[in-house]
């Protein structure tokens, strides 16, 4: 008598599934694998991730100790704040323990602290805390990077002004330029282009109110404008790529028409009136005012500008400013 497990019509126990291999998005060593790339000297990424960003501070984080964080534009980047045009060939910049043996590193950017730094995950990355990233950009970057920064953090109420004051304590490198920069922060912005074309006006002393509601004569709301020039009717706004679209723009007719009944003047600029023809949005102001036309106002704004990293002069200085060349010999004894 057969047993019934050799019956012909038995149907055969399937094999078990082969286990899927997840390939880490960064692995240490030299792995001999086409299917990664050479981030820094012994770390390596996925090829097919491209120049994706995390994947690259992943690779970086395997030679960071368990305090160290990302932090500065770096932990900015991570974060998706507001944003100046930070150049290619930016360093990673990562924070360390004073006492961390681990030497600079071509790519990289350390800053060394006496105690470790507030840091959360993001991700699988450390970055360090809102107001120690703050802190840290504001050691590197220009005030008017360093604003848009404060006024996207406030208005995603990723943090407050208490907060960001905390770390301000004497002889912290960046607190200086950190509280320099949080007196002329508005968490009312609502872009980063917004900031500056606002930053253009204070600098240049004109006195300019936030998210102005227009209203009719029967005080009904008919536009939240970006500006008005204080003691005018006169209201800047910055107009994005946006604006052009067709739908937006019916709107936008339509929405102007409806400012000019409530007897207001609107200006738009654009992101070339704000960086290269700056002076004729003075004049603009100035006209409103009823001042006479004063080249010396414009300097502060210019000044400023040419330190920031929305100028070609500000993204060659940071780069000479963060990016030394290392010695020789570190060059060749990079930390494994």
Request: one cysteine or more; glycine letters at 6%; proline letters at 7%.
């Amino acid at each position: 008598m057969r047993d019934h497990h050799d019956s012909q019509d038995q149907t055969p126990f399937p094999r078990p599934a082969e286990p899927v291999l997840e390939r880490a998005d960064a692995v240490r060593g030299h792995p001999r694998s086409a299917s990664y790339v050479r981030e820094s000297h012994g770390v390596h990424r996925r090829r097919d991730l491209g120049d994706d960003l995390a994947a690259a501070l992943h690779a970086w984080q395997l030679l960071m100790p368990d305090h160290g964080s990302f932090t500065g534009p770096t932990s900015a980047e991570v974060r998706k704040w507001w944003l100046p045009p930070i150049p290619n060939g930016a360093p990673v910049f990562i924070a360390l323990g004073l006492d961390d043996p681990r030497p600079m590193r071509t790519g990289v950017r350390t800053s060394r602290h006496t105690h470790p730094i507030a840091y959360d995950d993001l991700g699988g990355l450390r970055c360090a805390s809102t107001p120690e990233t703050l802190l840290a950009c504001a050691r590197v970057l220009g005030l008017i990077d360093v604003v848009v920064m404060i006024d996207c953090v406030l208005q995603l109420d990723q943090c407050t002004v208490k907060d960001i004051e905390a770390v301000l304590r004497p002889r912290r490198p960046g607190a200086k330029a950190l509280k320099r920069a949080l007196a002329y922060a508005d968490e009312r912005s609502e872009s980063a282009y917004e900031t500056l074309l606002r930053l253009l006006h204070v600098l240049c002393g004109i006195e300019v109110e936030s998210q102005y509601v227009v209203r009719d004569a029967d005080g009904i709301k008919v536009a939240r404008a970006d500006l008005r020039i204080v003691g005018t009717d006169a209201l800047p706004e910055f107009d994005g790529d946006e604006h052009e679209k067709a739908p937006r723009r019916v709107k936008d007719r339509r929405r102007d028409r409806a400012i000019e009944r409530a007897e207001h003047v609107r200006r738009g600029y654009t992101a070339g009136d704000v960086l290269h023809r700056s002076a004729s949005v003075l004049r603009d102001a100035e006209r409103s005012l009823g001042l006479p036309h004063d080249p010396e106002r414009i300097r502060p704004w210019l000044d400023e500008l040419r330190k920031s990293l929305f100028s070609p002069s500000g993204q060659a200085d940071f780069l000479r400013r963060t990016t030394p060349r290392l010695p020789e010999r570190a060059r060749r004894g990079q930390i494994a």
